[in-house]
């Protein structure tokens, strides 16, 4: 076994208590987030003990929620948000509980890279992450539109009017791998090969 029985159940345990509460908050689409589709698939990755799914999600997750705990950081010390997405955790009308459940963006990060350092990293992680967002945005473009889940609509929650809607939905499906999933695949390559890894 070469992860700790103790970290399965905890995050397993952690995920059957945040799933129920996180769809009465905000309902079944944003299970659609790459971040919450990014729990259930840990969860798994965890228990299988496996080297894709954790390069998968890392391609997918590492950058976001990188910057989403830099952004809470930034809140917390100066009262300011440096890149935004986080109000949503000093916002009194959510439920504490659920803006607790929401650190999970927090851990994700280094749990990540550890299980990497653990398992190896899978060169098909990004090409994996891409087609994940190729079959999942699209579905947040159509569904529930107006909730924007993954910024199909418009960057930051908000649908854009710049360019034609469908010209946008192809430009992120080309640039989004192009200038996220894919740089990351190489960082994470680095990273492997600096601690001897196999790839």
């Not at 109000?87 to 929401?102: A, C, G, Q, T």
């Not at 159509?142 to 418009?154: K, L, M, S, T």
Request: charged fraction near 10%; charge should be positive.
């Amino acid at each position: 076994m070469r992860l700790p029985l103790w970290l399965k159940v905890v995050w397993t345990a952690c995920v059957i208590v945040w799933t129920p509460l996180y769809w009465r908050q905000y309902g079944l689409q944003n299970f659609l987030f790459f971040c919450d589709l990014g729990n259930l698939f840990i969860a798994a990755g965890l228990w299988l003990e496996s080297a894709l799914i954790f390069s998968w999600q890392a391609c997918g997750l590492l950058l976001f929620q990188t910057l989403f705990t830099i952004d809470l950081a930034g809140a917390l010390v100066s009262s300011r948000h440096l890149i935004g997405g986080t109000e949503y955790m000093f916002d009194p009308h959510v439920p504490l509980p659920i803006r607790l459940l929401s650190l999970f963006h927090v851990v994700t990060p280094p749990l990540l890279l550890w299980a990497v350092s653990r398992l190896g990293y899978d060169r098909r992680g990004w090409k994996l992450q891409t087609l994940t967002a190729w079959i999942v945005v699209p579905i947040n473009y159509f569904w529930r539109p107006q909730y924007d889940v993954n910024w199909a609509r418009g960057p930051f929650f908000g649908e854009q009017h710049v360019v034609p809607g469908a010209a946008y939905l192809l430009a992120y499906l080309i640039i989004v791998p192009a200038a996220v999933y894919y740089p990351t695949h190489r960082f994470l390559l680095w990273f492997s090969r600096r601690r001897n890894l196999k790839v």
